[in-house]
């Protein structure tokens, strides 16, 4: 059986058919499944390299792989980015304190389909600024959905993001940005959180792609630390990330990797 049914745009982005949405359900709610199950252990005192390592269980035990495993020599099952880490912070020994927040971010692939998904969880008490830049972080990536539908632009959905956020006096990080995918993990287009209204590929039924923004409380600049992975604020400002994995439906969207328990809120608490 062919497994690139369906076809490309000008832009390189793949269209897909109406059964590989399914494909794509089934992916995204294992991911969001892991999500809901880590939260239990996020606590004081816990290593973040004790949490990735549930996770990879997990990942195997719902019968589904790791796609970030292998990836570019990455060696983890989830990418977790405490407090100033942006994104790609490698699960380790270090400790989580009170008041730390962090990004988990998993991958799995189910099937050939990829369920890419990301939240904000808490250790011990969450400290008031910290949970206004999640709360910020989250609402911009609903806004960015909410834009989502035939005939609109992937520019709509950065400027919605940038707009709400740049109106909080936060800022979006530049340096990273959502991408497509589907059989593959990364694919064209690139989705940018910021952006100009009308601007960019027009949004078709069928294109599957991640909206992953972050936000920084402080300015938008990142650096990659010397471990090529783990990117941090240049100003070492509290930073916040939260990814869907979404298909563009014939009148809206459709996201993937919605919380089977409706955990995905960062005000959830275990
Ligand atoms: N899950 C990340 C994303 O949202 C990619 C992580 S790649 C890794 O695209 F190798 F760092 F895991
Ligand atoms: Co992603
Ligand atoms: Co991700």
């Known amino acids: 059986m062919n497994r690139h049914k369906g076809r490309m745009t000008r832009d390189g982005i793949r269209i897909h058919e109406q059964a590989d949405f399914a494909g794509m359900h089934a992916a995204g709610a294992i991911a969001a499944q892991i999500l809901d199950e880590v939260a239990e252990l996020v606590k004081v005192g816990q290593t973040t390299g004790a949490l990735d390592a549930f996770i990879e269980r997990r990942v195997t035990e719902l019968g589904t792989t790791s796609a970030t495993i292998g990836y570019k020599g990455y060696q983890h099952a989830s990418c977790i980015s405490v407090n100033h880490v942006v994104c790609h912070g490698i699960p380790g020994d270090k400790t989580l304190k009170d008041g730390d927040i962090l990004n988990i971010d998993v991958t799995v692939v189910k099937d050939g389909w990829f369920g890419d998904t990301s939240r904000m969880y808490v250790a011990g008490k969450l400290p008031r600024k910290a949970e206004r830049l999640i709360q910020v972080t989250h609402d911009a990536l609903m806004r960015g959905i909410e834009t989502v539908k035939p005939g609109n632009t992937f520019g709509d959905i950065g400027h919605a993001i940038q707009s709400y956020v740049e109106g909080q006096r936060m800022s979006v990080v530049r340096d990273f940005c959502g991408h497509g995918l589907g059989t593959v993990f990364h694919a064209p287009p690139n989705v ?44 070492r400002s509290l930073s916040a990330q939260f990814e869907h994995s979404v298909g563009v439906t014939a009148d809206g969207v459709e996201i993937f990797t919605l919380s089977p328990q409706g955990k995905f809120h960062p005000t959830y608490t275990p």
């Not at 402080?218 to 990117?231: C, N």
């Open 192 to 235: 940018l959180h910021y952006g100009r209204a009308g601007t960019g590929p027009v949004l078709e039924e069928g294109m599957f792609f991640t909206i992953e923004p972050m936000v920084n409380l402080g300015r938008p600049e990142t650096k990659v630390l010397p471990d090529e992975w783990t990117a941090v604020t240049r100003d």
